[in-house]
């Protein structure tokens, strides 16, 4: 699974966001993950890659509607080409900027998108008890015309329990 994320950078003195594809996220451990990540927001830029992307955004807005449109309709028409050009999964997240109380709502062309905000401690009922837990609010987007309700309600509900049981994480 390929997961697309934003990284910012500074470029010129004026911070920029770029995406950043981390490809075959399934197979990898998340410290490999981490320092990907990592090496994304603070080693070398690939500038031919930067003059690339802002070669096309420049060139696709500036194209009439109707071509604009058709380009789109052949990249989300073509799987492949759309995983290698955008990934999988997109994740957008509101919590690296400090601590925000929000619930992201994520706009985007994949058929999964996550929304991450910011982990704040606050009051939560456990076992029928009141007591400060750190809570993480996630906003889960899919594509209703490729994934249906049902099994992404699933998704979500098998989801918020392995997150909640800290499930493939070293728990000190």
């Known amino acids: 699974m390929d997961i697309t994320i934003t990284v ?4 010129d003195g004026e911070r920029v966001p770029l995406p950043f594809i981390i490809r075959k996220t399934n197979i990898k451990p998340p410290n490999q993950i981490q320092a990907e990540i990592r090496n994304a927001q603070t080693g070398p830029l690939d500038l031919t890659e930067i003059a690339r992307l802002r070669s096309r955004l420049i060139k696709s807005s500036r194209l009439p ?3 604009r449109r058709r380009f789109w309709h052949r990249l989300m028409h073509d799987a492949y080409r759309t995983k290698h050009e955008m990934g999988t999964v997109m ?8 601590k925000i ?3 992201p ?3 985007g062309l994949h058929t999964l ?9 606050k009051p939560w009922i456990v076992a029928g008890r009141i007591g400060h ?3 993480l609010n996630l906003t889960v987007m899919f594509d209703h015309d490729l994934v249906d309700g049902a ?10 329990k392995l997150i909640e049981g800290a499930y493939g994480l070293k728990v000190s």
């Not at 998108?113 to 401690?121: A, D, E, I, N, T």
């Open 8 to 11: 910012e950078r500074e470029i």
């Open 65 to 67: 509607g109707f071509l």
């Open 113 to 121: 998108v996550f929304g991450l905000g910011s982990k704040l401690k």
């Open 91 to 98: 994740v957008t997240s509101l919590g690296m900027f400090g």
């Open 151 to 160: 099994p992404a309600a699933r998704f979500v509900s098998r989801l918020s």
């Open 105 to 107: 709502l994520p706009s």
């Open 101 to 103: 109380s929000a619930w």
């Open 133 to 135: 837990r750190e809570i």
